[in-house]
């Protein structure tokens, strides 16, 4: 037994990890996510859940005298009467951030490298609910203040509540306990907050981190690296280092922001009032992209039978996240189907070596950015002298322009890259040795490149092609993959998506070359 425990132990202490620096993008998420739970729960100790009123005799002169929420009053009480408090809700303002943004930029790494494929599709998806989740926990705590500027944020959230067909008036009392803004909603977000939600982050954290641990690490093509290895360092001592260290830099930089970076600062806010509202009020960079779509959306909507659809808050409110959120949680099996790939991947790929899947992510990523940016279009109309009215049509069109934009642009890049790749392997890197050869024209010698880079560029591998796709199959008749309208659309997707784009061997060779070393033309 004490064999097997040692054996266990020294299997797992020795478990390598691949040393490129963006797989360090995902312990950014992780460490800013322990740092939000550390620093939540100081705050839960002096923070009040309550909506009943309280007159402010609190230390903030400003506000003395002034009606407001337990929940506001509780929060001022903190920022300027709990030692370190303001530290810690500021550090803990800015770990949330953090914390989604460190998964959001995670998922981009894996994505472009398809490091979701097979085996590693459930830990996608639990990945993209991870993002769902943390962009939920970052509303609930937004809300949790009950200043002015939060209150903003909850009129928002009444208003795609009750814009829900059928349901809406149903799902607004279940949320505010009646009619808004009610007297319960600050206590269900709390429980919402430091309950229900960071428990199932913490055990899809945990299942996250399994199923990586169990799994083949995925790792960049590369010298000495196969589908059947892992080369790194040992998660002892090597890695265990490593992220220790890591850790502690993002605590200082949080630390450091909450100290020199002022944030959400609840008292200039003033308490909330559903009758007051505020110039220039702005959510949380991550929800930026729905107030975006709310303020370039048309004020559409449809009146039959006595009902009113408003389709200028419900389209906004749920498409584009609902658009995003889903792409990502069926790409990797949308991807499976087009190509007819089901072998397992722990290399990834380059990104310029899988051009369609790049271009889709850039085109995701504008279409992210546009609304993003016109979620201050107000801001960005005062400080620029804009028109508002000419920002939101440019931001309409922008919408549905530059995602495509974006497409045409990265593909023609990655097949450019592509080809710098494959012209790298047939004439080699630049010596700086010039030549004069016997009719008097001048070379410039260049010497293969080094192991290492044509290793990693040599690690590119063809995207699979269903079966049948470029014709028929045997005797003339269809391959069963390209039968029937469904079949002739997947093998079209298929040839387009899949194949080589541009072949390795596509390079020219430079003239005059000799053993060991290539030459080019310097005019």
């Not at 809700?89 to 472009?112: D, E």
């Not at 061997?505 to 030459?519: F, K, L, N, T, V």
């Amino acid at each position: 037994m004490i064999d097997r425990t040692a054996g266990f132990a020294r299997r797992n202490l020795r478990k390598v990890f691949p040393g490129h620096w963006s797989f360090l993008l995902g312990e950014i998420a992780l460490y800013s996510f322990v740092i939000l739970l550390l620093t939540g729960a100081f705050l839960t100790f002096w923070y009040k859940p309550s909506m009943g009123h309280v007159v402010y005799d609190g230390s903030y002169a400003p506000l003395k005298g002034i009606l407001m929420s337990e929940a506001y009053a509780s929060t001022l009480e903190i920022s300027f009467e709990v030692r370190g408090g303001l530290l810690i809700r500021q550090t803990h303002h800015w770990a949330a951030l953090l914390f989604v943004a460190g998964m959001l930029v995670h998922m981009l790494r894996v994505f472009f490298t398809g490091a979701y494929r097979k085996p590693r599709e459930l830990n996608w998806i639990i990945g993209v609910l991870l993002l769902a989740l943390g962009m939920a926990e970052g509303v609930t705590g937004y809300i949790l203040p009950d200043d002015l500027l939060s209150g903003a944020g909850l009129r928002i959230t009444q208003g795609v509540a009750i814009s829900l067909p059928v349901v809406g008036t149903y799902v607004q009392f279940f949320v505010f306990g009646g009619e808004y803004p009610g007297e319960d909603v600050i206590s269900r977000f709390f429980t919402l907050h430091v309950l229900l939600i960071p428990g199932l982050l913490v055990a899809l954290v945990c299942t996250h981190m399994v199923l990586m641990w169990v799994q083949k690490h995925t790792q960049m093509p590369g010298r000495n690296r196969t589908e059947r290895n892992v080369v790194g360092s040992p998660f002892y001592p090597a890695f265990m280092a490593k992220a220790g260290a890591y850790f502690f830099f993002t605590l200082a930089v949080l630390l450091g922001l909450a100290t020199f970076a002022q944030i959400n600062p609840i008292w200039l806010a003033g308490p909330f009032n559903p009758a007051d509202i505020s110039a220039g009020s702005q959510p949380d960079w991550y929800m930026g992209v729905l107030e975006g779509a709310l303020r370039v959306m048309p004020a559409w909507e449809i009146n039959a039978l006595g009902h009113t659809l408003p389709l200028s808050v419900i389209i906004p409110g749920l498409v584009p996240l609902g658009v995003i959120v889903t792409g990502l949680a069926l790409y990797p099996f949308v991807e499976r189907w087009v190509t007819g790939d089901t072998l397992e991947h722990h290399l990834a790929d380059r990104p310029r070596n899988n051009p369609v899947r790049t271009s889709i992510g850039m085109a995701a990523i504008a279409f992210y950015g546009v609304l993003w940016l016109m979620g201050a279009n107000d801001e960005i109309s005062a400080n620029f002298h804009i028109s508002l009215f000419a920002l939101t049509w440019a931001g309409r069109a922008g919408v549905i322009v530059l995602p495509v934009l974006a497409y045409v642009i990265t593909y023609r890049l990655c097949l450019g890259l592509q080809r710098g790749d494959a012209g790298l392997l047939a004439h080699g890197v630049e010596s700086g040795v010039v030549r004069r050869l016997p009719h008097g024209e001048f070379v410039e010698a260049h010497v293969p490149p080094v192991e290492d880079i044509a290793a990693h560029i040599r690690g590119k591998a063809a995207i699979p092609v269903i079966r049948g796709a470029d014709g028929a199959g045997r005797d003339g008749a269809p391959a069963e993959e390209r039968r029937g309208p469904l079949g002739r659309l997947r093998a079209r997707l298929s040839r387009a998506y899949g194949g080589e784009k541009i072949p390795l061997e596509s390079g020219p060779r430079a003239p005059h070359a000799r053993d060991g070393e290539h030459e080019a033309v310097t005019r």
